[in-house]
Each structure stands twice: as structure tokens, then as C-alpha cells.
């Protein structure tokens, strides 16, 4: 007999006609990342995660699981109004750390919800850390694999699921199925960037590294020094490298990051992350909102960001007060990537919310790309129509190291015949959102045209939680067609078909929009 918080489940999915909302983004109410959904489970196991989706399975009712939100648009889920969410969040177990001693790595297991401030400052604590496969605090591990999360590097492995040696995953029948690393699996090149559309990764066994300490550099370029300079010598070097740019400034913060010796320095800088005081908070939004009215103020946030940015955004952990100068040194994912600074909260508390665009292209294409985005940005100028970046941090210019998976965004040998063996660079583009009036920005439709144009000109392949429903239909052209038809069917070398997405999912309780647009349920 089906237990009683079930029976509310199912009796939930029933009346969703009546009792059906958004489930929203971090940047929580306006911000659906699903149009509509009847219910949302706060798993806090993992038999949990099981039990809900067993009992999804049993009932036919659509299911996606969700960490932290940490996406723009309203593509997690099918615009199915009877899908049930379930969160991870509270499901992070961290156990199982072997790393012997002399030994260069060794693994740990982390289940659905660890987020990778999480698991940081726990490895931190063993004397261990995750190398370079790391993004943001406020994102869980489970879901930077699922929907492809990268660091910038050349150099190093850069994509989150390169750091994953097998993982659990919870299938479209309530079982649990774990899927080994092996590049010669179609199972595996599905799993490795699965969109979500094979089930809910359960848990993970993950890489991980003895710690260690870095520095974190910074240097002014001018837009000349970017955009007809050697983009891949100034990258490739480095641990982990990326660009800011400032469009209305035309120049570029080039910030690189490498490791030290444990005993160069004892300054442990902790960098900042979306940390922003309420003070500070008012004045950018008080000024961007005005933005979508007036250029002049974009002109002058740019210009201020500008010259905020130029100095480290970093603090001293030992003592919580600015470090004035650059290189900065400290542990590793502090200085990398940090997080809040003590009594601040995230922009997106205080009202600082975004649109974004994410395009990936191979690298060798970075100075046309870069040159192109320029064109479009004086044609602007030339029409009376001046654009600034209205993001604290201006444009993120990051990169990626080549990793082998169906729909990475870093993976090689396509249909497109472009050379994506050298690494990708990526256009990522945020911009305020503003809740004055319509919600549009300065001269919206920029942006919708910038897109189309990269994508039309370009082989762009797109983040898969940083664009619009409009973008990735646009960009399913540049998806290998191989690559899709593998991930829904594919064949062994003895001819057998092995039906992936179907295998793990016959009923499609796992759909999305994305997954609907790459039309892996045709």
C-alpha cells in the first residue's frame, strides 16, 4: 500500500489544474526555471531520492530533480504542468576519501546535493582538494556534471565531469544504476553531460588532489592587445585563466591563476563571489534600473565596475580586511573561486538579477568571434545606440580544455569539421535584468541579434542553463547529429541496438524543454 506522503504526492499531481506554479531560479520569484510544476520534494537521502521517483515511475508522473537553481530560463522542466521537482540539496553525504600518502590523486564519494563549497572546505579540512574541475559555491556537484559546468583552463581538465570516475544514477524506473567512466560506453558519453534526461545522479565518486595553495594575478589590456593578439598564448599557459571585458572602456582584465609552493606565502586570500554590502547593492541597482532608460547610465556603471574590478576582490581570511594588490596567494579553491565575504549577502538577494547568454566556440575562432561581438557593438555606436556591460565583472571570456562527451560543450571531432582539438573559448555575456516596466533592457533587441548572429556565423554550441528556449533552437543546428542520435539510440560494435536515453528512461518521466528541442523524444 502506497505510504500516505505519496498518496498526497499523487493527489497533488491530480488537482495540478488548480495547484500547478512556477518552480523558480536562485533568483527566485519572476524567475521560473519551470513554467509549472504540482509538487516539490525535499529529499534527504538517497533511498528518498529512490522512493520518489519509484513512485513517479509507478504513477507516470513527470520528475526533475534540482539543486540549487543555479540557471536563468525557463528550460529545466517540460512545460508538463503535472511534473514534481525534487531537491537535492539536503542529500549530501561526503564520505570514503582515499588519498594515500605520495600518491598524485585518490577519490572521495559525494551524493546528490554536496555543493562544491561543501565539498572544498571539507577536502580542505582532510588536506585535500578537487584540483581544477570546480565552478561556483553556490552550485551543487551533481548538477554542474548533468548540465556540463566547466572552470576556464587550456590546461588543465577543466569540465566538472572530467573529475568524475563513476556515478550513481536513480533511472527512469526508481532503480539505481552506476555508470563507470569509459569513453568507449555510449552510456558513459550520454551520462558525462546528460541534461538530466537519464535520471537523478544519486552519487558520485570523484577525483581529488593532495591541497594546495595558488596565486591569482591580474593585468589591464587594451581591446587591440585581445582582439588581434595571441588569445590561446595568453590562456594556455596558465592553471586557470579568463577575461573580462568592458565593451564601453574597450579594454580587458586578463586574471591567470596558477599553483605555489605551500611555503611561498601565508596569506590566504578568500576571493569574492557575487558577495555584495546593501549599501553597494542599492547604488548598482538604483543606476541600472535608470540603464534601461538612459545609455549614460550603463555608461557610468561600466566605467565604475571598471575601476572597482581593477582591484583584488579578494579579502584575508586570517583577518577578514582587503588585500590591496596583486598577486594574491592562499588555498586553492579560496582564491579560485571564494564565495561570500562574512555579513554580505548574494546580488540576487538584493534585488541585482540577469539575463545571461553562454556561447562556446573552438578556440582558434576566439580573435573572429571577439572581432565580430566588436562589429556588432560599433554598428550600435554608429546608430546613436551606445551599449556598455551592466555586470559587475563586465563580460566573461572563459575557455576550456577539449573533453569527449555527447553534449559538452568542449567536445571534438564533429559533424561541423571546425577544429575544436586545441579547446573552446566561451562568450559569456550577463546583463542586469531590470523589474522596472516590461523588464527589458536598453535596447533589447542587441542582444537578440547578437545571439542569432553568433550562432548563424559561428559553429556555437550552447551552456545548457545560460540560454533561452530561442537560442538553443537556433543552435541545434550546430549540435553533431551523431552525437544526438547516440545519446537516444545508439550501436555497438556487434551491430546490437542499444537504446541509451530509452534505456535509462523508457517513459520519458526525465523530459525537458532542451531535451524536447535536441528531439531526443521524437
Not at 538517497?46 to 540557471?71: E, F
Not at 591541497?211 to 593578439?229: H, M, P, R, W
Amino acid at each position: 500500500m502506497p505510504s500516505l506522503r505519496y498518496t498526497f504526492a499523487s493527489l497533488a499531481a491530480a488537482i495540478t489544474s488548480i495547484a500547478a506554479e512556477p518552480y523558480n531560479t536562485f533568483d527566485g520569484d519572476g524567475f521560473p526555471a519551470c513554467r509549472d510544476v504540482a509538487s516539490v520534494h525535499n529529499a534527504t537521502s538517497v533511498d528518498d531520492l529512490v522512493s520518489i521517483v519509484k513512485q513517479a515511475a509507478a504513477d507516470g508522473t513527470p520528475v526533475r530533480a534540482s539543486g540549487k537553481g543555479h540557471m536563468w530560463y525557463d528550460t529545466m522542466c517540460s512545460d508538463n504542468p503535472n511534473t514534481i521537482i525534487i531537491r537535492t540539496e539536503n542529500v549530501n553525504g561526503i564520505s570514503n576519501l582515499v588519498l594515500n600518502e605520495g600518491e598524485e590523486s585518490g577519490s572521495v564519494d559525494i551524493e546528490a546535493g554536496v555543493t562544491f563549497l561543501q565539498l572544498a572546505e571539507w577536502l580542505h579540512d582532510h588536506g585535500a582538494s578537487m584540483g581544477y574541475t570546480l565552478v561556483n559555491w553556490n552550485i551543487t556537484m551533481a548538477g554542474a556534471v548533468a548540465m556540463g559546468g566547466h572552470r576556464s583552463s587550456i590546461r588543465e581538465d577543466s569540465m566538472v565531469a572530467a573529475g568524475v570516475l563513476s556515478m550513481d544514477i536513480i533511472n527512469g524506473n526508481g532503480d539505481i544504476v552506476t555508470v563507470e567512466r569509459d569513453n568507449n560506453n555510449d552510456e558513459w558519453l550520454a551520462a558525462s553531460t546528460s541534461l538530466g534526461l537519464l535520471g537523478v545522479i544519486a552519487r558520485m565518486k570523484f577525483k581529488v588532489y593532495p591541497d594546495f595553495k595558488v596565486y591569482a594575478q591580474q593585468k589591464i589590456l587594451s581591446e587591440d592587445d585581445v582582439l588581434n593578439g595571441d588569445i590561446y598564448g595568453l590562456i594556455s599557459p596558465y592553471a586557470t585563466a579568463n577575461f573580462w571585458w568592458w565593451p564601453y572602456n574597450k579594454q580587458f582584465h586578463w586574471r591567470y591563476y596558477d599553483q605555489i609552493p605551500l611555503n611561498l606565502s601565508d596569506q590566504e586570500g578568500f576571493q569574492n563571489t557575487f558577495s555584495l554590502m546593501d549599501f553597494e547593492a542599492g547604488v548598482a541597482k538604483a543606476t541600472l534600473e535608470t540603464g534601461k532608460f538612459l545609455a549614460s547610465s550603463n555608461w557610468f556603471f561600466e566605467s565604475t565596475a571598471f575601476a572597482i574590478w581593477s582591484a583584488p576582490n579578494f579579502k584575508d581570511k586570517r583577518t577578514w580586511e582587503d588585500v590591496t594588490s596583486w598577486p594574491v596567494y592562499g588555498w586553492n579553491y579560496d582564491v579560485l573561486i571564494g564565495g561570500l565575504f562574512p555579513d554580505q549577502k548574494p546580488e540576487w538577494e538584493l534585488g541585482l538579477h540577469g539575463y545571461t547568454l553562454e556561447l562556446a566556440f573552438p578556440v582558434v575562432m576566439a580573435n573572429p568571434v571577439l572581432k565580430r561581438v566588436r562589429e556588432a557593438f560599433d554598428a550600435e555606436a554608429s546608430a546613436g545606440r551606445t551599449m556598455a556591460s551592466t555586470y559587475r565583472s563586465g563580460i566573461n571570456i572563459k575557455f576550456g580544455k577539449p573533453y569527449f562527451d555527447f553534449l559538452g560543450q568542449v567536445t571534438y571531432n564533429t559533424s561541423d569539421k571546425a577544429d575544436w582539438t586545441k579547446g573552446a573559448i566561451m562568450f559569456d555575456f550577463p546583463t542586469f535584468h531590470p523589474t522596472i516596466g516590461d523588464g527589458k533592457r536598453y535596447n533589447e533587441q542587441f542582444y537578440i541579434n547578437l545571439a542569432t548572429t553568433l550562432v548563424n556565423e559561428f559553429p556555437a554550441r550552447p551552456h545548457w542553463t545560460k540560454n533561452t528556449r530561442e537560442v538553443f533552437s537556433n543552435a541545434l543546428k550546430n549540435i553533431d547529429p551523431d552525437h544526438l542520435a547516440r545519446f537516444k539510440v545508439s550501436f555497438d560494435p556487434a551491430i546490437i541496438i542499444v537504446a541509451v536515453r530509452q534505456k535509462f528512461d523508457p517513459n520519458g518521466i526525465f523530459q525537458s524543454v532542451i531535451g524536447e528541442i535536441l528531439g531526443l523524444y521524437a
